[in-house]
């Protein structure tokens, strides 16, 4: 039976936290897994409890009377490097378990300071190799090769993670339509077993055109964006193009500058869009 899809995301994740502890909860959320404080819309700011929000996920603290941790109940966040963050987490004083390994990640549960406990995942990728030192190790340029069905989840889940996912787009349906065709791809570099970078090529016969592009936040500015567009744009070279399009949103500063210092240029062209899937109600 086709069922229809209603659920399409998840806003935020509220916990709950006993009433004047603030301060408390901005050192851990804040501190030490790096979640930005933002401020409560003003009406809601008299109830207490505090808001963390970053591009990829919102995390709000909710007072509650009788307060009581869910030790039970839990979100599960997804980082970039785990291990590393379970020892800030242990190194602050907060309370780190390991439990039973999962396919496909690596992961820990750890306790805020209140007692709630959350779970921090950590997505790893197939091995393109047999393993060996890994490319910080060996200081070499990371190996980028096209990836494949198997890369699916590690992929989908680095996007969420650095705020390339939209609530109204499929991300899997994206990686899975740029692997079925055959000018198109979704290239990634892997690090350790880790997915760390990625970028989606495809080729429409005149242009190429370059989406996804995510560097793990981790391992920002060390040349691995620079290093992942120097693929794309060596792939759809290969592929017959002889001009790189790419599309930011407006309320991406960051990429634009990062986009401006590789020497892409303000094409002045603009663009307009809309949806063909004419059963879909967006
Ligand atoms: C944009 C992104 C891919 C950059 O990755 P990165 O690995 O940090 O970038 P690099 O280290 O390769 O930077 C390459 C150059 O751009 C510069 N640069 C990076 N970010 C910049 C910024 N925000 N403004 C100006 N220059 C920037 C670097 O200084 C570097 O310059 P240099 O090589 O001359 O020293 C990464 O920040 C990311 O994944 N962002 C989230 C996803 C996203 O927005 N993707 C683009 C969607 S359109």
Request: glycine content about 10%.
């Amino acid at each position: 039976m086709m069922v229809a899809v209603k659920v399409i995301g998840l806003e935020h994740v509220q916990l709950a936290m006993p009433a004047g502890h603030e301060g408390e909860a901005t050192a851990f959320y804040e501190g030490v897994l790096g979640i930005p404080r933002v401020s409560k819309p003003a009406h809601l700011a008299a109830r207490g409890g505090c808001w963390f929000e970053s591009s990829a996920l919102k995390v709000h603290l909710g007072v509650e009377g009788d307060f009581k941790p869910a030790t039970k109940a839990h979100p599960a966040f997804i980082v970039s490097d785990v291990r590393l963050l379970a020892r800030d987490v242990a190194a602050a004083g907060y309370d780190v378990v390991d439990d039973e390994p999962l396919d496909g990640y690596d992961r820990v549960y750890v306790f805020d300071p209140f007692g709630n406990r959350i779970e921090l995942m950590q997505p790893l990728a197939t091995p393109a190799g047999t393993g060996g030192p890994s490319a910080h190790q060996r200081n070499s340029p990371m190996a980028v090769r096209d990836l494949t069905n198997a890369d699916r989840q590690a992929a989908t889940t680095l996007w969420a993670a650095v705020g390339l996912t939209r609530p109204w787009n499929d991300a899997g349906l994206d990686f899975d339509r740029a692997l079925a065709g055959p000018t198109s791809s979704v290239l990634g570099a892997v690090d350790e077993d880790v997915l760390v970078a990625t970028v989606m090529v495809g080729h429409d016969g005149h242009r190429g055109w370059v989406y996804y592009l995510a560097v793990s936040p981790a391992l920002r500015g060390r040349g691995l964006g620079r290093h992942m567009m120097g693929a794309a744009e060596a792939w759809l070279a290969d592929a017959g193009a002889v001009k790189l399009n790419l599309m930011v949103r407006h309320t991406n500063q960051e990429a634009l500058g990062f986009y401006e210092r590789l020497g892409y240029v303000d094409a002045e062209v603009a663009v307009r869009a809309r949806w063909l899937e004419a059963d879909l109600d967006r």
